[in-house]
Structures are given as C-alpha cells and as structure tokens.
C-alpha cells in the first residue's frame, strides 16, 4: 500500500457519459498529480493542485476537470466521454519540492463503451 | 527545459543476465534522478533515486543506478535478471527545490527463462 488511495479501481461507462475518479494523497503530502496512461500515448501528466490551489496543466483536455478540497482529496472528472478516454488515470501525491519524488496510487482502470 | 530520454522502448534478456536500462536527461542545474517501476496493471513504484552525495545509488530488488554528470546519464543496471523483472520502467528528473517531474518514455523489460 502506498498510502495514495484511488477509487473506483476500475470504471466501465459509455459513451457520452460523465466520470468522477477519486485520490487521497498520502498523508501529509500536499500535491495531488493527476497521469493519464494509454498503450498509444505512454503516461500523460494532466494536472497538479497544491494545496487547494492549481498549480500546473499539463495535456488535459477541456472535457476534463479537476479539483482539490480543503481535506487534499482530489477529484478528477471526465465528461462527454469519447472511446478515446479509455485510459488508466492516476493520482500521484508528493509533499513540497518533491525531492523524494511521487507516490502513485494503484490507478483507476476506465473503459469507454 | 528538462527532459529525459530512455533508449530503447523494449529490452529482453535471459534470466540471470545483465540488465540495463539507459538514461540521459537534459538539465541547466544539477538535477534530482529518479527510476521508477510499473508492473502490470499497478501503479509506479519508486526504485531508487539520486539527489546529492554518492552518485551510485542503490535500490529495491538489487538494482541500482550511476550518476555520470559528465554524460548526462542515469542508467539502470542489475547483475543478474530474475522473471519477476519483467515489468516497465521510467526514469524521470526534476529540479531541485520544484516539485515537477518529467518522465521518460518508458522502457519495457522482458526476461525470458
């Protein structure tokens, strides 16, 4: 267990739909990352809030959002879902000037019908 | 701008070979240096990592990794590969005192008996 918390472990919804995917960092860690992995794309940086805050963008797409609540669980949402969405997404957790580097959690597993 | 680049996207081996992933990064300071491993449908784990001091860095399940400033490298060796290897790997850097982490492409290994 790495302490970064992922839920559901896996997602299975058509197309059209809108997802909510879930991260507890680990504790005492301030920054939530969010990652995007596909067979054709390789590990995709989304987005990362630091305490509450946004704090970079990376390849997100507008259908997407995310957020991070006063507890530092994060919520990443997925809308107007395409089969191209298909994806493993995961949340990774890091405390300030992450010397010691991420921890990911085990991943949430979507598939788009 | 930072980046790293694993050469080579696939890497086999025979059970008790040599292993080694390689590793360059691209960076204005001296960087932090990372290895992380995926094993199927899991998450990234961290393997070892580089920040200051001893440029040979040892990790989880006997491998470990060299700084070499002078050519940019981090590569990922283990004596002697055992089946339970086969998995993913990433490198990644980052520069000290920030929290962002830029990953390689990932290389994927194989060990066959």
């Known amino acids: 267990d790495s302490g970064v918390t992922q839920t559901p472990k896996h997602l299975i919804t058509a197309t059209g739909q809108r997802v909510t995917l879930r991260c507890s960092p680990r504790s005492g860690d301030l920054s939530v990352y969010w990652y995007q992995q596909s067979l054709d794309q390789g590990l995709q940086f989304l987005i990362q809030y630091y305490n509450g805050e946004e704090r970079a963008k990376g390849n997100i797409l507008e259908r997407f959002s995310a957020q991070q609540f006063p507890d530092l669980h994060s919520e990443l949402n997925l809308s107007s879902l395409e089969l191209g969405d298909s994806a493993l997404y995961f949340c990774?957790?890091?405390?300030?000037?992450?010397?010691?580097?991420?921890?990911f959690g085990s991943g949430t597993r979507l598939t788009v019908v | 701008a930072q980046s790293v680049t694993q050469l080579g996207s696939h890497v086999s081996v025979s059970e008790g070979a040599l292993v080694l992933l390689r590793c360059n990064y691209s960076s204005s300071v001296p960087p932090y240096l990372f290895w992380y491993v995926q094993y199927p449908n899991q998450g990234l784990q961290l393997l070892l990592k580089?920040?200051?001091?001893?440029?040979l860095v040892k990790g989880i399940n006997g491998f470990e990794a060299e700084f070499k400033k002078s050519e940019t490298s981090f590569h990922l060796t283990k004596p002697s590969a055992h089946m339970s290897d086969a998995a993913e790997y990433f490198c990644?850097?980052?520069?000290?005192?920030?929290?962002?982490?830029?990953f390689g492409t990932g290389t994927r290994l194989q060990v066959f008996p």
């Open positions: 990644a850097v980052s520069e000290p005192n920030t929290d962002k982490l830029i």
């Open positions: 580089y920040t200051t001091g001893a440029t």
């Open positions: 990774a957790s890091s405390g300030f000037m992450g010397g010691a580097g991420y921890t």
